[in-house]
């Protein structure tokens, strides 16, 4: 079944719909069939619809009732017309009726897939009932969802997935308006609105004065229509609902509502008048709660409080006009331009507490209440316009400061790295000098362990302090920028165009994400080559050498100084971050930024799994298995 030929399903329910034969509720519609109400031919046009689109119809079943009795007659399924047994006895042995012959010739056409004849045979039938001291009592429910399954699939362009929507069909807007009418607030809110689905209504036809317009927030369709920019629809929708819920409590059922479901709409002014107005009344209010068939409204500023006042809404709304009801639009609107900020929004509050004594007058006082938020808002921005000056001046002193800071800090890594390049160099030409001066090399591995270990243990922490500072200086240039930016915006709200500022901030901070990448992959490096030359001095040393001798005892000396290096790394110490391939946030929260060596992000996972470089570790256990076999050799029995 297509959208076509629901459409054609549904115009053929019309007759029904103007003769008053249909009520429609939220789920389903159900319409009555009765003969005496309709000709032959509606009579035959709406079991013809039924016996051809089974697909929508949830139960199609006619009963035959007189003085108390009932008797259950026939139901049309996807199958067919089942005729009970026991009432075609009934209706022969107690009536005039020739209920056999009509249900063996329904039979036969049936079988024979005459279905035209099968209809006719049924209103022969039905119309020959009602003749009868005995009524037909018809229910057919018509399933809405099945409707709008198929309206869905046959649209192709859905932005947003379908199940995040609440999609709700009416067969005619008539019945929405008498639906909703003869309902109090909390029962068809509870279907109708929620925070977590925009609420999207679908409609076949409209015979009311009333031309449903629909909203941004509540668009409306028709069923020959295909939804379009339901996306940022939905995630405003979504926004505003959050707003909502942060700015005003809701306890005992209280219906969550943003008013802007309706605002821009008279027509659904008009229709949910109710949801509007209390929606509106929520949004000025703290707190909202139910209370019997009442709501309960709460707000305080200062001395000015509103306590629990109790409003019938449903009583309250028919005596609001047209003009009021626009009114309290517009005042909404004015609202929303900064409900998502709270301290404008205590600015509303504070103006509709000074002008009302009761929730309801804020109907009368939509011009005073607009006033005053004016002024208040003006006399707020003016005694706070020094602060904000001063916000302003320390933002620009804050970039320069930034700027300055990562200068400095990047400067002094890079002449830290530089000293360890030129230490390195100097302890080279130092053992040149030992050998040119000697002419002995067996100063060379004492001398070089010596300086390889002094330097892995003293400074190179120094180092990773550099880099430790550069990055909580990054850290802190976030956390103040967000200060200034939320100062700021308390007094602008949305005025003050960020994005100049965020541009050079995010320059400065890459700037220093980089060198603090190099930074860590040099020093890495480094301590790599330092650890891996250690490990062949100390075994040369021990191949070369007597085991009591002074190069086997540096060897013990650069054994001790990587044992130290290991406890330090696998303990999470202060020292030796820079070991660390990536501590996420179980570790060294800020010390793993520079982690990656500039790779690419899609392996960053797979890094978390490898907490800390194990290298000095395996240099350890190398040298003191050298040092230890070295011994087992020179001494087989023990000393």
């Given at each position: 079944?297509?959208?076509?030929?629901?459409?054609?399903?549904?115009?053929?329910?019309?007759?029904?719909?103007?003769?008053?034969?249909?009520?429609?509720?939220?789920?389903?519609?159900?319409?009555?069939?009765?003969?005496?109400?309709?000709?032959?031919?509606?009579?035959?046009?709406?079991?013809?619809?039924?016996?051809?689109?089974?697909?929508?119809?949830?139960?199609?079943?006619?009963?035959?009732?007189?003085?108390?009795?009932?008797?259950?007659?026939?139901?049309?399924?996807?199958?067919?017309?089942?005729?009970?047994?026991?009432?075609?006895?009934?209706?022969?042995?107690?009536?005039?009726?020739?209920?056999?012959?009509?249900?063996?010739?329904?039979?036969?056409?049936?079988?024979?897939?005459?279905?035209?004849?099968?209809?006719?045979?049924?209103?022969?039938?039905?119309?020959?009932?009602?003749?009868?001291?005995?009524?037909?009592?018809?229910?057919?429910?018509?399933?809405?969802?099945?409707?709008?399954?198929?309206?869905?699939?046959?649209?192709?362009?859905?932005?947003?997935?379908?199940?995040?929507?609440?999609?709700?069909?009416?067969?005619?807007?008539?019945?929405?308006?008498?639906?909703?009418?003869?309902?109090?607030?909390?029962?068809?809110?509870?279907?109708?609105?929620?925070?977590?689905?925009?609420?999207?209504?679908?409609?076949?036809?409209?015979?009311?004065?009333?031309?449903?317009?629909?909203?941004?927030?509540?668009?409306?369709?028709?069923?020959?229509?295909?939804?379009?920019?339901?996306?940022?629809?939905?995630?405003?929708?979504?926004?505003?609902?959050?707003?909502?819920?942060?700015?005003?409590?809701?306890?005992?059922?209280?219906?969550?509502?943003?008013?802007?479901?309706?605002?821009?709409?008279?027509?659904?002014?008009?229709?949910?008048?109710?949801?509007f107005v209390y929606s509106v009344f929520a949004v000025f209010s703290d707190r909202v709660a139910v209370s019997n068939s009442s709501f309960?409204?709460?707000?305080?500023?200062?001395?000015?409080?509103?306590?629990?006042?109790?409003?019938?809404?449903?009583?309250?709304?028919?005596?609001?006009?047209?003009?009021?009801?626009?009114?309290?639009?517009?005042?909404?609107?004015?609202?929303?331009?900064?409900?998502?900020?709270?301290?404008?929004?205590?600015?509303?509050?504070?103006?509709?507490?000074?002008?009302?004594?009761?929730?309801?007058?804020?109907?009368?006082?939509?011009?005073?209440?607009?006033?005053?938020?004016?002024?208040?808002?003006?006399?707020?921005?003016?005694?706070?316009?020094?602060?904000?000056?001063?916000?302003?001046?320390?933002?620009?002193?804050?970039?320069?400061?930034?700027?300055?800071?990562?200068?400095?800090?990047?400067?002094?890594?890079?002449?830290?790295?530089?000293?360890?390049?030129?230490?390195?160099?100097?302890?080279?030409?130092?053992?040149?000098?030992?050998?040119?001066?000697?002419?002995?090399?067996?100063?060379?591995?004492?001398?070089?362990?010596f300086v390889v270990s002094a330097i892995l243990l003293f400074y190179f922490p120094l180092i990773d302090r550099r880099i430790e500072e550069?990055?909580?200086?990054?850290?802190?240039?976030?956390?103040?920028?967000?200060?200034?930016?939320?100062?700021?915006?308390?007094?602008?709200?949305?005025?003050?165009?960020?994005?100049?500022?965020?541009?050079?901030?995010?320059?400065?901070?890459?700037?220093?994400?980089?060198?603090?990448?190099?930074?860590?992959?040099?020093?890495?490096?480094?301590?790599?080559?330092?650890?891996?030359?250690?490990?062949?001095?100390?075994?040369?040393?021990?191949?070369?050498?007597?085991?009591?001798?002074?190069?086997?005892?540096?060897?013990?000396?650069?054994?001790?100084?990587?044992?130290?290096?290991?406890?330090?790394?696998?303990?999470?110490?202060?020292?030796?971050?820079?070991?660390?391939?990536?501590?996420?946030?179980?570790?060294?929260?800020?010390?793993?930024?520079?982690?990656?060596?500039?790779?690419?992000?899609?392996?960053?996972?797979?890094?978390?799994?490898?907490?800390?470089?194990?290298?000095?570790?395996?240099?350890?256990?190398?040298?003191?298995?050298?040092?230890?076999?070295?011994?087992?050799?020179?001494?087989?029995?023990?000393?």
């Amino acid at each position: 079944m297509n959208i076509e030929e629901a459409a054609y399903f549904l115009q053929h329910l019309q007759p029904l719909q103007q003769k008053g034969c249909v009520e429609e509720g939220f789920r389903n519609i159900t319409a009555v069939l009765e003969p005496n109400r309709l000709s032959r031919s509606e009579t035959g046009a709406v079991l013809s619809n039924i016996l051809n689109y089974t697909s929508v119809i949830r139960d199609c079943s006619i009963d035959i009732n007189a003085d108390g009795f009932s008797e259950h007659l026939f139901r049309i399924t996807s199958t067919g017309v089942d005729l009970r047994q026991d009432a075609i006895e009934y209706l022969e042995d107690e009536t005039d009726v020739r209920a056999a012959r009509y249900r063996r010739d329904i039979n036969s056409h049936a079988d024979s897939g005459r279905e035209g004849e099968v209809v006719y045979e049924l209103v022969h039938f039905l119309q020959e009932i009602s003749n009868t001291s005995y009524e037909v009592d018809s229910t057919i429910q018509i399933d809405k969802s099945a409707i709008l399954d198929i309206w869905i699939s046959g649209t192709t362009n859905w932005s947003v997935d379908p199940d995040r929507l609440n999609l709700q069909f009416w067969f005619e807007i008539e019945n929405l308006v008498d639906w909703v009418g003869s309902r109090g607030l909390v029962e068809y809110a509870s279907g109708m609105f929620s925070e977590e689905e925009m609420p999207v209504l679908v409609h076949h036809s409209n015979n009311t004065e009333i031309d449903l317009n629909g909203t941004e927030h509540f668009p409306v369709f028709t069923l020959s229509e295909s939804p379009e920019y339901l996306s940022s629809r939905f995630d405003s929708y979504r926004n505003k609902m959050s707003s909502t819920r942060e700015n005003t409590s809701y306890f005992h059922q209280a219906p969550a509502i943003t008013p802007t479901l309706f605002a821009e709409s008279s027509s659904l002014r008009k229709v949910f008048r109710s949801a509007f107005v209390y929606s509106v009344f929520a949004v000025f209010s703290d707190r909202v709660a139910v209370s019997n068939s009442s709501f309960l409204f709460s707000a305080e500023y200062g001395p000015n409080t509103i306590d629990r006042d109790e409003v019938n809404i449903e009583e309250f709304v028919p005596n609001l006009s047209e003009e009021q009801l626009g009114d309290l639009a517009g005042l909404y609107q004015e609202f929303a331009r900064r409900e998502d900020r709270p301290k404008f929004v205590e600015f509303w509050r504070r103006s509709m507490l000074q002008n009302c004594d009761d929730i309801t007058d804020i109907i009368d006082e939509v011009a005073d209440i607009r006033k005053s938020y004016q002024f208040i808002e003006s006399e707020v921005i003016e005694k706070n316009f020094d602060e904000l000056s001063d916000a302003v001046r320390d933002t620009n002193a804050f970039m320069t400061e930034i700027t300055s800071q990562v200068s400095d800090t990047t400067t002094a890594l890079s002449d830290e790295i530089q000293r360890l390049v030129f230490a390195l160099l100097g302890a080279i030409i130092a053992n040149l000098f030992l050998i040119l001066r000697w002419s002995n090399f067996d100063t060379v591995i004492p001398f070089s362990l010596f300086v390889v270990s002094a330097i892995l243990l003293f400074y190179f922490p120094l180092i990773d302090r550099r880099i430790e500072e550069l990055e909580e200086m990054k850290s802190k240039g976030k956390e103040d920028y967000e200060t200034y930016k939320d100062l700021i915006s308390d007094f602008t709200g949305q005025a003050f165009d960020f994005g100049d500022l965020e541009d050079r901030k995010d320059e400065y901070l890459s700037y220093a994400d980089e060198r603090l990448k190099w930074s860590r992959r040099k020093i890495r490096q480094i301590h790599a080559v330092l650890l891996l030359t250690g490990l062949v001095f100390v075994c040369f040393a021990n191949l070369q050498y007597q085991f009591f001798t002074i190069q086997v005892a540096f060897s013990g000396v650069f054994f001790l100084s990587c044992s130290y290096i290991t406890y330090r790394t696998h303990t999470q110490t202060d020292e030796y971050s820079y070991h660390r391939l990536n501590l996420g946030r179980q570790g060294r929260g800020s010390s793993n930024s520079g982690d990656n060596d500039g790779e690419g992000g899609g392996d960053d996972t797979e890094k978390d799994k490898i907490p800390t470089n194990y290298l000095p570790l395996i240099v350890s256990v190398l040298s003191l298995v050298t040092i230890s076999t070295h011994f087992a050799i020179a001494y087989p029995f023990g000393i």
